[in-house]
């Protein structure tokens, strides 16, 4: 029972949270006026959301591995995407502004991991072991499917005209939704079934024996049971859910006070959505398994546009909620750069500092247009 109780920290912490802002704590939300008790509320919430949001990932990959693939891997992008979906959703709702929200927290997912960590991975993997080594059939395949969608979604809107403004018309959404969805489950029965060999560190021997380690090798080994860890998984994203609304409010709230970009409310949520599988990644680019990094960093990007894009679309049909998608004009340009480079470091079969390098000066010049556009 101690032992349950020490892997459960994230859990309990979360419903602790919900029960003091829902009693003796629930004044905190109703007066944000004050300078040092609303930037403390947003700390606390946010970390409790983003420890919560890595021992939500915890539980799948030991789910991905007791159960194997292809059910392993989409519990693992299942819990990543209702964490997203369930934030932007929540702050879309949450106010006015919001429209631009869910097409700024995609883009920055987009640049944090496809710059970001990519960017760092290779650096650091780059410089431990200077020449790293990935299957190019797989990043090749990531890149098929994440370059025209992430143009169709967030660029094509734009030059559309059957709305005056970067949204897309009800038809519009629901067809893109559908067409987003199918090409996305064609990707999941590539990667899962059909050609599993593409997706794991060359040289590796995968047979029906050995595809858990193949892909999971580097995890620790799991002791208890797929029940648990399904039961836990999902009543850890019960209060990372239930707090979305909660920081929504104080997101909000900072934003007008402190007059920022609009586009920074999508990077705080971003940052939270990504921070396990940034330190899954990383980990993974130090020992040598580059390909688990590309897998990591690839497929957060992929899900986001794949799966994500399709639930909030439908969540603007619903609701009715304004959805703007197109990116400005400089956020066109840093995506289609982005997109160009990521073609060229993953065109050879081979990574070194350099490419990472570059993707991380990308990532900072996001950062800085980010903050003072």
Not at 31 to 48: K, R
Not at 127 to 137: A, D, I, M, S
Not at 186 to 200: D, K
Request: a negative charge; glycine letters at 8%.
């Amino acid at each position: 029972m101690l032992s349950i109780i020490r892997s459960e920290l994230p859990f309990i912490a979360g419903v602790a949270t919900l029960a003091v802002l829902w009693t003796v704590g629930s004044g905190l939300l109703a007066d944000l006026e004050n300078p040092i008790v609303t930037p403390l509320v947003f700390l606390w919430i946010f970390a409790v959301m983003v420890w919560g949001a890595f021992s939500v990932v915890s539980h799948a990959d030991a789910l991905a591995e007791l159960l194997g693939e292809p059910l392993g891997t989409l519990v693992l992008t299942l819990s990543i995407v209702g964490i997203e979906v369930s934030l932007i959703t929540a702050i879309m709702l949450a106010g006015e502004g919001a429209p631009t929200l869910a097409r700024d927290t995609m883009f920055a997912v987009l640049m944090i991991v496809l710059n970001g960590m990519v960017g760092v991975a290779l650096l650091v993997g780059g410089f431990r072991h200077r020449e790293q080594t990935f299957n190019l059939q797989g990043a090749q395949a990531f890149l098929a499917v994440l370059v025209p969608l992430s143009v169709v979604i967030l660029i094509l809107p734009n030059f559309t005209v059957s709305t005056p403004d970067p949204t897309l018309s009800p038809l519009q959404a629901t067809l893109f939704a559908l067409f987003t969805l199918a090409l996305y489950a064609v990707f999941l029965a590539i990667q899962t079934v059909r050609h599993r060999s593409f997706f794991v560190q060359p040289g590796t021997d995968v047979t029906v024996e050995n595809r858990a380690d193949a892909i999971h090798r580097d995890r620790p080994a799991i002791t208890r049971t797929a029940g648990y860890h399904a039961v836990f998984l999902v009543l850890t994203l019960v209060p990372i859910v239930l707090l979305s609304k909660d920081l929504a409010i104080l997101v909000d709230f900072g934003i007008e006070v402190l007059s920022a970009p609009a586009a920074l409310g999508g990077v705080l949520i971003a940052s939270l959505i990504l921070a396990p599988e940034a330190v899954s990644a990383l980990k993974a680019a130090r020992t040598n398994h580059l390909q688990r990094s590309v897998n990591i960093c690839l497929g957060a990007s992929l899900s986001t546009i794949g799966m994500t894009v399709p639930a909030v679309l439908v969540v603007s049909l619903v609701t009715g909620q304004e959805l703007l998608l197109g990116l400005p004009q400089v956020g066109m340009l840093l995506l289609i750069l982005t997109l160009l480079v990521c073609i060229m470091t993953f065109g050879g079969r081979r990574t070194n500092m350099l490419q990472g390098a570059v993707h991380l000066v990308l990532f900072l010049v996001f950062l800085v247009l980010t903050i003072a556009p």
